[in-house]
């Protein structure tokens, strides 16, 4: 499983878009790219998952460059409520594959 | 939209005991996991879970522990004997297939005393 690295904390405020950042430099071929956002006491929940360039959906957009060993997730104009943290996942989308967290990026959305 | 849905949402017992946790994952999903998150940790994979079997486990899914399918729509986590340090939230997660994420459930809050 491809080993992520994401920074630790961002803080942002009210109406501006976050990117965050991820690095994946030994990321495999049939991998790919998803993220979850986490409120406390509450499960991770899916944001949204590509294997290159760019996916957008109502949520967010991911990005994705040609050599994959990077993926930057943005959030247009965050609002308080977008307050939690991130997780970077990579991994091959096969039937019975477990997903390993990182520590994840704790987003701080300020007024 | 569909939900994994957990109970309880909170369990308390004493050290020693042994506790089963629920889950009923989303009726059309194949792929089922437990997860488990210490207060102010990350989150950690305890098992995964297809076609009636254990397909992959972590470390942490000692002897203690073990999961069952016991009809076509729970998905159980047991704990035989609990230690304070089981203490934690327990995320279930089921998944459609490839392309699709991860649908997590709200979690139980475990507490031994």
């Known amino acids: 499983l491809a080993k992520t690295t994401q920074p630790i904390s961002m803080d942002s405020y009210e109406g501006q878009e976050v990117n965050i950042t991820c690095s994946h430099n030994?990321?495999?071929?049939?991998?790919?790219i998803t993220w979850y956002q986490q409120f406390p006491s509450q499960g991770p929940r899916f944001i949204i998952q590509?294997?290159?360039t760019k996916v957008t959906n109502e949520v967010a957009s991911l990005f994705i460059p040609a050599d994959r060993k990077s993926s930057t997730l943005s959030l247009p104009r965050v609002s308080l409520s977008d307050t939690a943290v991130y997780y970077c996942?990579?991994?091959?989308?096969?039937?019975?594959?477990?997903?390993?967290f990182g520590a994840g990026t704790r987003l701080t959305v300020k007024p | 939209e569909p939900e994994v849905t957990q109970t309880p949402s909170h369990q308390v017992t004493q050290m020693g005991q042994e506790v089963i946790l629920r889950c009923v994952p989303i009726?059309?999903?194949?792929?089922f996991y437990w997860y488990r998150q210490i207060l102010g940790q990350k989150v950690e994979f305890l098992v995964s879970?297809?076609?009636?079997?254990?397909?992959?486990k972590s470390e942490i899914f000692d002897d203690q522990f073990s999961v069952e399918r016991p009809d076509g729509s729970n998905f159980t986590l047991k704990i035989r004997s609990t230690k304070l340090e089981d203490s934690a939230m327990y995320f279930c997660?089921?998944?459609?297939?490839?392309?699709?994420?991860?649908?997590f459930g709200s979690g139980t809050r475990l507490t031994v005393v």
């Open positions: 997660a089921s998944l459609r297939g490839a392309d699709y994420g991860y649908t």
């Open positions: 879970f297809y076609n009636n079997e254990i397909s992959e």
């Open positions: 590509g294997y290159k």
């Open positions: 030994n990321i495999a071929t049939n991998d790919y």
């Open positions: 009726s059309n999903h194949l792929y």
């Open positions: 996942l990579v991994g091959p989308p096969i039937n019975n594959n477990d997903m390993r």
